[in-house]
């Protein structure tokens, strides 16, 4: 059985297997993302599950939104942004998880949705954006990032 929030992958195989309609009878009503998928390809997809993933914490999404934020009205940015949304775009851009995708034919980076961010990514994109940060100055001339960074490295808050 599948566990809630399993990570699922999928791949297309020969269509002319004779076990072409197996996966779609055991995971049919299970995961309709299976089931999409099959019926897209016509034909047969392996499944391949893996260890649930932990989800990003409130807690990394107030700090992320906060420094950006407070990143952006500093003006210390190379970003031509004009207002705090369209600089997390730029971030996301820059800094963001893509993933591979294939559109009509073609291999695509789509960017990956914030909220669909799992902890460990949260992590590794907070600490770019720190990176950023410091790099641009805007650590020792904002006194409100100074703060925030302070009181991370101070109390060793896991994000």
Not at 68 to 81: L, R
Not at 93 to 102: A, L, S
Not at 117 to 131: P, T
């Amino acid at each position: 059985m599948i566990q809630q929030n399993s990570k699922i992958s999928l791949t297309e195989v020969n269509d002319n297997a004779p076990t072409q309609g197996y996966y779609l009878h055991i995971f049919f009503g299970k995961n309709d993302e299976v089931a999409k998928l099959y019926k897209k390809y016509g034909g047969l997809c392996s499944v391949q599950i893996g260890k649930p993933e932990k989800p990003g914490t409130e807690k990394q999404n107030r700090l992320t939104h906060k420094l950006i934020e407070v990143w952006f009205f500093t003006g210390m940015h190379s970003s031509d942004a004009k207002n705090p949304a369209d600089f997390k775009l730029y971030l996301k851009r820059e800094i963001g998880v893509c993933r591979v995708v294939d559109y009509k034919g073609e291999k695509m980076l789509w960017l990956k949705s914030w909220a669909d961010y799992n902890r460990s990514e949260r992590i590794e994109f907070i600490d770019r954006l720190i990176k950023l940060i410091e790099l641009s100055g805007a650590a020792a001339e904002c006194k409100d990032i100074h703060e925030i960074l302070t009181e991370l490295d101070k109390n060793k808050l896991e994000v």
